[in-house]
């Protein structure tokens, strides 16, 4: 039988050789995209964590699985019961399941603790760690290998921390210089920053190079389905946090070699976060639950046909606040629709604290508009608008129709009003004194 490991990076976006970032230095996973499947054109759901993995677990959108803002406090978001996570459906057919590192889908309720919400999402195994940096969780994930690799089938995650800041705990990496994102203004400070995030993806390189040295030594690889990922684009201004294509593209690399996925081919097809999960049940024969969203790749690996999708779609709700956004991206065209009024490229917190937002915040500023519409193939870095442009018209006009009619099909509930977060439902408990006020979370 085939066994499952799925690892995932944070923040990590494309920011690799692999996809045209010279200066980044991972020889593991370019050594790994050398004899597996990569995809080129694969996007996130969403361009925030939760949210992001969710879709990844599911097969379904932020806005049907639950899951539209942050799990951790305060934020609480967290996965409804009712939805079936890959790992519930994997050990209810007798897959041995564990996870290793972070966990950043399901959040805390009353009553219950982290480690019961795990379990329920089908993990009988927990390897959490309060440090969950590569090189502390791939020894973990190397030994779990060795003892338990051949008992029966499994599905292991492997969510490492990084590359989520704060970068300056990491050692700067130069070795192939540093090159500034092609999407932001020219500005002489970047480099510092960027060889740290580069010493950051040479430590996840590192702990995903341990865990492939392991399985090829156990004789498990060729019969393990093998997927290297992340949650969404890169920690830096006008990316995470964002719906411009550095937000929402997205790492995938898969191998099975006896399941006809290896060679180091490359997939330029649009593809979805939540399309993995029905990829992973057919390459096990396993029939995905009714309301799964995405589609198999597998066609697509094997050649049967040229594409799976014309459009891919993403959304933000809510990330540090509300700021509910969709999109619509198919392969020339990007349609952004802001259903809040917004007059800057929202940025995350920690993104904030990059020396660069401060410097360039003014030149990414947008106009407070309610549609942005992008031509890809003469403006790839997504910097004049053309909503507005006649020329567009009838573009415009389509993507919309499509937008909306996603959006309508899927019970997205932004159709219905605005969205109330956890955080509503519990002020309005303690206003009614269904519950106690919590505890300061700051002196």
Not at 100 to 105: A, N, T
């Amino acid at each position: 039988m085939v066994n499952v490991v799925l690892v995932t990076a944070h923040d990590l976006g494309r920011y690799l050789s692999i996809y045209g970032v010279r200066s980044v230095y991972a020889p593991n996973i370019e050594a790994f995209a050398g004899e597996a499947v990569v995809f080129n054109s694969h996007f996130t759901t969403a361009p925030n964590c939760s949210p992001a993995r969710a879709s990844i677990a599911t097969g379904r959108y932020p806005h049907s699985n639950g899951v539209m803002g942050l799990a951790h406090h305060p934020f609480n978001w967290h996965l409804p019961e009712s939805e079936r996570h890959i790992a519930s459906i994997l050990r209810d057919n007798g897959y041995r399941t564990a996870i290793f590192g972070l966990q950043h889908v399901t959040g805390p309720e009353p009553g219950k603790t982290v480690e019961d919400k795990v379990r329920g999402l089908g993990f009988e195994e927990l390897y959490l760690v309060s440090n969950p940096t590569a090189l502390v969780v791939a020894p973990m994930v190397v030994e779990w290998l060795r003892r338990y690799g051949r008992v029966k089938p499994f599905y292991i995650e492997v969510n490492f921390f990084e590359v989520h800041r704060p970068w300056e705990r990491y050692r700067m990496e130069y070795t192939r210089g540093v090159e500034p994102p092609r999407w932001l203004p020219p500005w002489s400070g970047y480099g510092r920053e960027l060889a740290k995030l580069q010493g950051a993806i040479h430590v996840l390189d590192r702990g995903l190079g341990l865990i492939i040295r392991a399985l090829k030594e156990l004789k498990l690889f060729d019969d393990t389905l093998l997927i290297f990922t992340t949650d969404h684009g890169v920690d830096l201004p006008r990316a995470k946090a964002t719906l411009y294509d550095p937000g929402i593209e997205a790492t995938l690399i898969m191998s099975c070699p006896n399941c006809g996925i290896y060679g180091g081919r490359r997939i330029n097809a649009l593809t979805s976060h939540v399309d993995l999960l029905p990829t992973v049940l057919e390459v096990l024969g396993i029939k995905p639950p009714g309301n799964v969203q995405g589609v198999s790749l597998l066609p697509l690996i094997k050649g049967s046909v040229p594409s799976v999708r014309d459009a891919v779609y993403a959304e933000k709700t809510y990330h540090e606040r509300y700021d509910p956004v969709r999109a619509i991206r198919t392969g020339r065209f990007k349609l952004i629709m802001h259903f809040e009024a917004q007059d800057t490229a929202d940025a995350a917190i920690d993104s904030k604290l990059s020396p660069a937002h401060a410097v360039i915040a003014d030149e990414i500023t947008i106009p407070n508009e309610f549609v942005e519409l992008y031509d890809l193939e003469k403006d790839p870095l997504e910097l004049h608008d053309v909503s507005r442009d006649p020329d567009y018209e009838d573009v415009l006009r389509s993507l919309l129709r499509r937008l909306y009619e996603f959006l309508r099909d899927t019970n997205d509930p932004i159709l219905n009003g605005p969205i109330p977060s956890p955080h509503y439902y519990q002020a309005l408990r303690i206003l009614k004194g269904e519950e106690e006020l919590p505890p300061k979370r700051f002196n």
